[in-house]
């Protein structure tokens, strides 16, 4: 089945430390990939997407992730995390073109210690 | 410098009763979606709308049903409520400028059926 996976739940990481969230898909082709971010109360904001070319991408608020074909994933970093990253983030992917539909995985807690 | 704005905010309600929830748009935007977010299961699609005047089912469209009748917005209605629709739900809507756009999320509506 067509899916998105993300396989951590939840994640702690110290402030300062650096962060790598995993983002797996299993589709035929190439999808349209994307990170949100998703503060407390708050909806969703776009981090960063991917659709060709060049499959390190840069987002917002210093993050960026890496397209690998290979491993059909889409892992998000940021060297050094802070504070206000404590957020949940989900992956996301658009298949059926014409309508942008999202698919989303099911989301990773970041939890940031001092 | 609204965006998405999804009223209200939070509501209860009796399982049988009805309610619409209304999610409105200034960017003018042509594709808007609804989704439910439960826990562990991130965010999942109940219908959307390429334009005015059209709707199409999600991947969890019973219980639920939406208008467009202007394309500024787009709401979602419970027929007969029951405690499965306890949940948050999110409106949002983006751009038909070339495939991949962003979407744009409203706050949220937090619904409670008892």
């Known amino acids: 089945a067509q899916s998105v996976t993300q396989p951590d739940i939840h994640i702690t990481v110290s402030e300062g430390a650096s962060l790598e969230l995993r983002c797996n898909y299993s589709?035929?082709?190439?999808?349209?990939l994307f990170w949100y971010v998703q503060s407390p109360g708050q909806g969703l904001q776009l981090l960063l997407k991917?659709?060709?070319?060049?499959?390190l991408v840069q987002g917002i608020k210093g993050f960026e992730a890496e397209f690998k074909r290979s491993q059909s994933s889409f892992n998000l970093r940021k060297p050094s995390v802070h504070w206000s990253d404590a957020a949940e983030y989900f992956c996301?992917?658009?298949?059926?073109?014409?309508?942008?539909?999202?698919?989303f995985g099911t989301g990773t807690r970041l939890t940031i210690i001092p | 410098n609204a965006g998405v704005t999804q009223t209200p905010k939070f509501r209860v309600l009796k399982t049988g009763q009805s309610m619409t929830l209304l999610c409105a748009q200034d960017?003018?935007?042509?594709?808007m979606y609804w989704y439910r977010q439960d826990p562990g299961m991130g965010l999942r699609l109940i219908h959307y709308?390429?334009?005015?005047?059209?709707?199409a089912k999600g991947e969890v469209p019973d219980g639920y049903n939406v208008s467009r009748l202007k394309k500024q917005n787009f709401l979602l209605g419970l027929e007969s409520a029951a405690p499965s629709q306890t949940s948050v739900y999110f409106c949002?809507?983006?751009?038909?400028?070339?495939?991949?756009?962003?979407?744009?999320f409203g706050d949220g509506t937090r619904l409670s059926i008892l």
């Open positions: 949002a809507s983006s751009t038909t400028g070339g495939l991949g756009q962003p979407q744009h």
């Open positions: 960017m003018n935007h042509e594709y």
């Open positions: 991917y659709f060709s070319g060049d499959t």
């Open positions: 709308s390429v334009g005015e005047g059209t709707t």
């Open positions: 589709y035929g082709a190439t999808p349209y």
């Open positions: 996301a992917v658009v298949l059926n073109f014409g309508n942008e539909k999202l698919t």
